[in-house]
C-alpha cells in the first residue's frame, strides 16, 4: 500500500487539535502552522495526482483489512483531481485571511480550517458511502463554526439556516444508508457496483428509494433545485474567505453524485439506470435560471456573488445528469474553473467592500485602488459570466458540445447562453456601480477605510484569476487529463477489481468458497 493516500486526511486532522489546544493563544505561531501545513497538502496533493496519472487505482486499506469489510481509500483520477483543488484552493484563501485578519477575527479559525479540508480530502477519497457520510459531517461541522466567525446578527442568522437544511440532509442520508444496507447488506462503493448489478430489476425497489434518497442528499450539497434556497444567505453571510473556501463545498456534492451514481447506479446496471436522469437535468435548468435572474436582480454584491455560484452549479449539474463520458469531461473543465472563479469574486469583493459603506451595488464615493480593484473584479466577473479569453468561455462551450443530443439541446442551450447573457448584464450593472459612477462623486467620507490593500492582500485574487487564465492556455492538456479521468469513473470493471479481492468480484451475491481442506 502507498501510505501518501491516506496522509490528505490525516496531516489535517493532527494539525487540528495541534492548533487548538497548543497555539490558540498565539496567533502568529497558529497561522505560521497553519500555512505550512495547507502548502505541505498542496505538496502531497501534487504527488498524488503525479501518482494517479499512470492511470492505475490505487487503494488503501486501513489495518490492511480487505474491501469490503475494511475501511478503504480509493485514489484515482477524480479523487486525485478533487484533492488537488481543494489543496490548491485552501491555500490561496487561507493567505487572503491571514492577511487581511480575517482569521483573527474569532476563536479557532485554522483549527476549523484545518478539520474542514480533513473532511473534504475524506469525502473525495473514501471508498464507502458510510464514511462519505462521515466525512460529510466533519466538514459540515467545521464550516458551522467558520460560518459564524466574527458573529454578527445576520450571520448567526444565515448560520442556523445552514445548520437546519444541512442537519435535514444528514438525517436522509442515514435513512438512505439504513434502506440501503438492509437491501443489499454492504456500503462498500465497489461491493455495492457487484451486488446491485446482479440483483433483478423487480427486486430492487428498496434500493431505488434508497438511491434517490442519496441522490435528493447530494442535490442538498450541490445547491441543486429545489434544494439551492440554503446557499445564496450563507454565502452571502459567511466572512469572505470562508465563503471563497466553501466554493469547493457544492463541488462534494456534485462529485458524490458522479462517483456514487456511475459506479453503483449506473447507467448500464437495470435495476437503478435511468433514476437519477430524468429529474436531475431539468433540475439542473431551473437552477441555471434561479442563479441567472438572482444575479440580475440582486442589490448588494455579496448577494449576486452567491446567486452566480447557484448559476455555476447548474452549469456543472446540467452536464453531469446527462452521465456520458464527454459530458462528465466537460462538466469536471467547468468544475475546475467555476472554483476559482467564486472564490476570486469573494476574495474581490472582500477587498471592496471592507473599504466602502457595505455591500450595496449603489454608486459611493470610490475607494482608494479603486482602478486595481475594478481590474480585478472585471477579470473574476468575465470568468464567472463565462466570457473569453478566460476558462468560463471554453468550459461552458465544452459544456454545449457534450450536449448535442436532440434531447437535450434545446434546454441545455438555451439555459447556459441565457443564463450566460443574464449573468453578463448583471456583473457589468455591478462593476458600473461599484467603480465606475462611484468616481463622479465626492471623496469618502470616514466611514469607509482609506488604506491600500497590501501585496499580500492582493495577491490570492490575483493567483485566483492566473488560474482562471492558466486553465484557458493549457486547456487542450487539461481537457485531455479530464476526458482521461471521466474514460476511468466509467470503466467499473477497473474500479470493482481494483477495489475488492478476486474471489469477492467472482461471486458478487454470495460469499467466496472455502479454500480447500478448510
Known amino acids: 500500500m502507498i501510505h501518501w493516500i491516506i496522509a490528505p486526511v490525516l496531516l489535517p486532522a493532527l494539525l487540528a487539535p495541534i492548533l487548538g489546544v497548543v497555539m490558540r493563544h498565539d496567533i502568529t505561531l497558529s497561522r505560521v502552522a497553519s500555512l505550512f501545513g495547507t502548502t505541505l497538502l498542496l505538496v502531497v496533493a501534487i504527488r498524488l495526482a503525479f501518482l494517479a496519472g499512470d492511470g492505475d487505482i490505487h487503494v488503501y486499506r486501513l489495518g490492511n483489512w480487505p474491501a469490503p469489510f475494511g475501511i478503504v481509500l480509493v485514489l484515482d483520477r477524480l479523487s486525485a483531481l478533487m484533492v488537488l483543488l481543494t489543496a490548491g484552493l485552501a491555500l490561496v484563501v487561507l493567505v487572503h485571511a491571514v492577511a ?18 480533513m473532511g473534504i480530502c475524506g469525502a473525495f477519497l473514501t471508498g464507502d458511502v458510510f464514511n462519505l457520510f462521515v466525512f460529510f459531517e466533519v466538514l459540515l461541522i467545521a464550516s458551522y463554526g467558520l460560518m459564524i466567525h466574527s458573529g454578527g446578527r445576520e450571520r448567526i442568522r444565515a448560520g442556523l439556516q445552514y445548520v437546519v437544511m444541512n442537519l435535514a440532509g444528514s438525517t436522509l442520508f442515514l435513512f438512505a444508508l439504513g434502506t440501503l444496507y438492509a437491501s443489499i447488506g454492504t456500503l462498500n462503493i465497489a461491493d455495492m457496483a457487484v451486488r446491485i448489478a446482479a440483483l433483478p430489476a423487480d427486486e430492487a425497489a428498496l434500493v431505488r428509494v434508497a438511491a434517490m434518497l442519496l441522490i435528493v442528499v447530494f442535490a442538498v450539497k450541490a445547491a441543486l433545485f429545489p434544494v439551492q434556497f440554503w446557499l445564496p444567505a450563507t454565502y452571502a453571510n459567511a466572512p469572505a474567505p470562508v465563503a471563497a473556501m466553501f466554493a469547493i463545498m457544492t463541488k462534494v456534492g456534485a462529485y458524490a453524485i458522479l462517483r456514487v451514481h456511475t459506479t453503483a447506479f449506473g447507467p448500464g446496471i437495470p435495476a437503478t439506470e435511468g433514476l437519477a436522469d430524468s429529474w436531475l437535468f431539468p433540475a439542473a435548468i431551473i437552477t441555471i435560471a434561479i442563479g441567472a435572474f438572482g444575479v440580475l436582480g440582486a442589490r448588494r454584491l455579496m448577494p449576486m456573488i452567491a446567486f452566480s455560484v447557484v448559476g455555476s452549479m447548474g452549469t456543472v449539474m446540467v452536464a453531469v445528469a446527462v452521465f456520458t463520458p464527454a459530458a462528465t469531461t466537460a462538466a469536471l473543465y467547468y468544475l475546475v474553473h467555476s472554483t476559482f472563479a467564486a472564490a476570486c469574486l469573494f476574495l474581490v469583493a472582500d477587498l471592496v467592500v471592507t473599504r466602502r459603506a457595505g455591500d450595496s451595488l449603489t454608486p459611493l464615493p470610490a475607494t482608494v485602488q479603486n482602478g486595481l480593484f475594478a481590474a480585478l473584479f472585471f477579470g473574476a466577473a468575465i470568468g464567472m459570466a ?133
Open 100 to 117: 487581511t485578519g480575517w482569521d483573527a477575527r474569532g476563536r479557532h479559525f485554522h483549527t476549523l480550517f484545518q478539520f474542514q479540508l
Open 386 to 518: 463565462g466570457m473569453p479569453p478566460l476558462s468560463g468561455f471554453l468550459g461552458k462551450l465544452l459544456v454545449l458540445d457534450a450536449l448535442r443530443d436532440p434531447a437535450t439541446l434545446a434546454w441545455a442551450w438555451t439555459a447556459v447562453l441565457a443564463g450566460s447573457l443574464l449573468t453578463i448584464v448583471g456583473f457589468a450593472r455591478a462593476g458600473s456601480a461599484l467603480f465606475w459612477r462611484s468616481t463622479s462623486l465626492p471623496p469618502p467620507t470616514d466611514e469607509a477605510r482609506h488604506d491600500t490593500a497590501t501585496v499580500a492582500e492582493v495577491a490570492p485574487s490575483m493567483v485566483a484569476i492566473a488560474m482562471l487564465a492558466a486553465l484557458s492556455v493549457f486547456a487542450g492538456p487539461v481537457a485531455g487529463y479530464m476526458e482521461a479521468t471521466s474514460a476511468q469513473l466509467f470503466d467499473r470493471d477497473l474500479y470493482i477489481g481494483a477495489v475488492l479481492p478476486p474471489a469477492e468480484t467472482a461471486t458478487p451475491a454470495d460469499p467466496a468458497p472455502p479454500a480447500e481442506g478448510d
